[in-house]
């Protein structure tokens, strides 16, 4: 599919050049916005260095090209003229500048109009194209987020100590949700406490609507399959949403099926089952195919219509406008230098194991699996299985990121990294949050049935048998002593290993060295 030009060659008259990027698929971006349609043309560019920068998984490159086609067809149907450089036309240049020079050219723009990137490395782009086309290249402000870059820093400059509730609040204030005049909603900010309940097998849990591809889908996964034989991830039984209408009929699944019950269960983990109560609307969410805060509105309509609990809205209006917002202000707001950072100075390997979830220790098993099958991970698998053990593990930031920015379809770096970086692996020293969120097997055994499917004993801190994340989570307290002892939320875990006897200690460390070792002589990478 190559949506069709019209007048490619013409030269009389003031033409617009509009780059819309793989991640800008909203039909009311701010670069469209105050544009003439028969004046402007519209570029959009699948090129090389954005699938290979970091090898992302085939599925997310696969969703992100049937998406930007379908995207590109809509804007087509709207009145806009679009040229739409396919990633195996014989001339593409496979890079974002390449291809604006050549439209520049082809189509003798007078200017670029263009909203802001999402990241450092492409925004820095962005900010060479006037200098090196010499035409007024326009960077215009991403409305689709809640709040600017100036009010995050100002928000942030005035105080000592960032978190994210407190912003939050901010963002409950600014757009309304459920909010009852001043005050939130029940007289409580945040309903968290009620939702940590683990789940039960339900032979009525919500399926996600499955959408059988199309003929412009089918043709993306040909070009995936046969181009990226080097990427993790499978193509089979692809049922992603890939426009606007199929993600808005996600979205009305969600509300009606999945979300009265989403409060309650956000934090449970089931062996097989990958959604549970979660939305699966993140992908559209980060692409532009749905609006995050049309999206909050209709969750808080639900709730004020009696169909679903405040904790439920609450808690997932609190994911969008609290943390969505948070780390994409934390991530502006600090700069490139941020994605530097290792407070704990961690420096060992990912395992190999993360590019093929063969290992015996089943929750990894499962949380890998499912993320190479599906792109996908709810955001405890993620922070507590996955992430957990590379914080256990001491494993490197820079191996972290760049796993957790290959694999998922809803990862760009700007939310990715901090939450990463910071949230994960605390290696940002506690900017982003107050505390490491280290566990032991416990955490794991009381929000999943997993432990009871795995060939260790959760039970168990020493021994052959012994679930590795027990000696792992306190051998991370001791080694990490220097730095985290003084963190006010970890003295009670300080306290009961000072409690221990050096026998015990002993065993503990020995315990998790053995692991450390043999983890060491096993494969690493990809």
């Known amino acids: 599919m190559r949506p069709v030009i019209r007048d490619p060659d013409r030269r009389s008259g003031v033409t617009t050049l509009i780059p819309v990027l793989g991640d800008q698929l909203s039909p009311d971006l701010s670069s469209l916005k105050d544009v003439d349609p028969a004046t402007a043309v519209i570029l959009m560019m699948e090129v090389a260095d954005e699938t290979t920068y970091v090898r992302h998984h085939r599925r997310k490159i696969a969703y992100i090209l049937?998406?930007?086609?379908?995207?590109?067809?809509?804007?087509?149907?709207?009145?806009?003229?679009?040229?739409?450089?396919?990633?195996?036309?014989?001339?593409?240049?496979?890079?974002?500048?390449?291809e604006i020079a050549r439209a520049v050219e082809r189509h003798a723009s007078d200017r670029i109009v263009v909203t802001e990137s999402g990241e450092h490395r492409v925004q820095a782009m962005l900010d060479a194209w006037e200098t090196l086309f010499?035409?007024?290249?326009?960077?215009?402000?991403?409305?689709?987020?809640?709040?600017?870059?100036?009010?995050?820093?100002?928000?942030?400059?005035?105080?000592?100590?960032?978190?994210?509730?407190?912003?939050?609040?901010?963002?409950?204030?600014?757009?309304?949700?459920?909010?009852?005049g001043a005050k939130p909603e029940g007289g409580e900010w945040n309903y968290d406490k009620e939702n940590r309940k683990p789940a039960q097998r339900d032979l009525l849990m919500p399926q996600l609507p499955h959408f059988?591809?199309?003929?412009?889908?089918?043709?993306?996964?040909?070009?995936?399959?046969?181009?990226?034989?080097?990427?993790?991830?499978?193509?089979?039984?692809?049922g992603i949403a890939v426009t606007r209408e199929q993600a808005l009929e996600t979205q009305a699944h969600f509300l009606k099926h999945a979300l009265p019950r989403f409060g309650d269960f956000q934090d449970a983990m089931l062996t097989g089952e990958p959604y549970l109560y979660h939305a699966h609307l993140s992908f559209y969410i980060n692409s532009g195919l749905l609006d995050p805060l049309e999206l909050c509105r209709a969750v808080e309509d639900?709730?004020?219509?009696?169909?679903?609990?405040?904790?439920?809205?609450?808690?997932?209006?609190?994911?969008?406008?609290?943390?969505?917002?948070?780390?994409?202000?934390?991530?502006?707001?600090?700069?490139?230098?941020?994605g530097t950072r290792n407070f704990l100075n961690a420096k060992r390997a990912l395992p190999a194991f993360y590019w093929t979830g063969d290992t015996d220790m089943h929750c990894l098993s499962q949380a890998i699996g499912q993320t190479l099958d599906l792109a996908y991970a709810h955001h405890i698998q993620?922070?507590?299985?996955?992430?957990?053990?590379?914080?256990l593990i001491g494993a490197d930031p820079d191996d972290v990121d760049r796993w957790y920015l290959e694999v998922y379809a809803d990862a760009y770096e700007w939310v990715e990294?901090?939450?990463?970086?910071?949230?994960?692996?605390?290696?940002?020293?506690?900017?982003?949050?107050?505390?490491?969120?280290?566990?032991?097997?416990?955490?794991?055994?009381?929000?999943?049935?997993?432990?009871?499917?795995?060939?260790?004993?959760?039970?168990?801190?020493?021994?052959?048998?012994?679930?590795?994340?027990?000696?792992?989570?306190?051998?991370?307290?001791?080694?990490?002593?220097?730095?985290?002892?003084?963190?006010?939320?970890?003295?009670?875990?300080?306290?009961?290993?000072?409690?221990?006897?050096?026998?015990?200690?002993?065993?503990?460390?020995?315990?998790?060295?053995?692991?450390?070792?043999?983890?060491?002589?096993?494969?690493?990478?990809?």
């Open 382 to 391: 993620r922070l507590m299985v996955t992430g957990n053990f590379a914080l």
């Open 66 to 98: 049937s998406a930007m086609r379908h995207h590109a067809a809509a804007l087509q149907a709207a009145g806009w003229t679009v040229d739409y450089v396919k990633l195996d036309d014989a001339d593409n240049t496979g890079s974002f500048t390449g």
């Open 134 to 180: 010499g035409i007024p290249v326009d960077i215009r402000a991403d409305t689709r987020f809640i709040a600017t870059h100036s009010e995050f820093a100002a928000w942030a400059d005035e105080r000592k100590q960032l978190r994210m509730e407190f912003f939050y609040r901010d963002m409950r204030r600014k757009t309304g949700l459920l909010m009852d």
């Open 417 to 526: 990294q901090p939450n990463t970086r910071g949230m994960v692996l605390f290696a940002d020293g506690g900017l982003l949050g107050s505390k490491p969120y280290a566990s032991s097997g416990a955490y794991i055994d009381r929000m999943s049935d997993y432990c009871r499917h795995c060939r260790y004993d959760v039970k168990q801190r020493t021994g052959s048998d012994a679930c590795p994340f027990n000696a792992l989570y306190w051998d991370f307290l001791a080694r990490n002593d220097d730095k985290l002892r003084s963190n006010q939320r970890l003295a009670m875990p300080y306290r009961n290993w000072d409690r221990m006897d050096d026998a015990t200690k002993a065993a503990l460390r020995g315990q998790a060295a053995s692991f450390l070792e043999r983890l060491d002589a096993a494969p690493k990478g990809y």
């Open 302 to 338: 639900e709730y004020r219509a009696g169909r679903v609990p405040l904790n439920a809205a609450e808690g997932f209006i609190r994911q969008i406008i609290g943390w969505r917002e948070y780390v994409r202000g934390i991530y502006w707001w600090t700069g490139p230098e941020y």
């Open 212 to 238: 059988a591809p199309d003929a412009i889908t089918t043709e993306v996964l040909a070009l995936v399959a046969a181009r990226f034989t080097d990427h993790v991830g499978s193509l089979d039984n692809f």
